[in-house]
């Protein structure tokens, strides 16, 4: 299983930003994706994640703001991030679990200052 995570960086709050993941080693369009996050001295924190049929679930505290979006033809995932905020400040990571072990890629920083 590889996951590599894309498209972070620094945003003012109240902007946008697009994550995406490349995942492969497995059969992508038969298992649910998500995404976590690390805030800097915390510990891992679920974000939301998208099952195999396109039902997805979104943490309270990103519901409204935050869309995962998956295309099982490319074997890509997305989080579309909006009216970010300085608490959005972390490590962002594609996690799967696969064979009973759950997968991280190498995540990507998103900074909002405050």
């Known amino acids: 299983v590889q996951l590599v995570e894309s498209g972070g960086g620094l945003v003012q709050p109240g902007g946008s930003l697009r994550l995406s993941c490349a995942a492969s080693?497995?059969?992508?369009?038969?298992?649910?994706i998500g995404w976590a996050r690390q805030g800097t001295g915390k510990g891992l924190e679920w974000v939301c994640h998208i099952f195999a049929d396109g039902t997805t679930y979104y943490e309270d505290y990103v519901k409204g703001r935050f869309t995962i979006s998956r295309d099982n033809a490319k074997n890509m995932v997305y989080l579309q991030m909006n009216s970010l905020k300085p608490e959005n400040t972390a490590v962002y990571y594609c996690?799967?679990?696969?064979?009973?072990?759950?997968?991280y890629g190498q995540g990507t920083q998103i900074t909002v200052p405050s």
């Open positions: 996690a799967i679990d696969y064979a009973n072990k759950d997968h």
């Open positions: 080693g497995f059969a992508f369009s038969n298992y649910a």
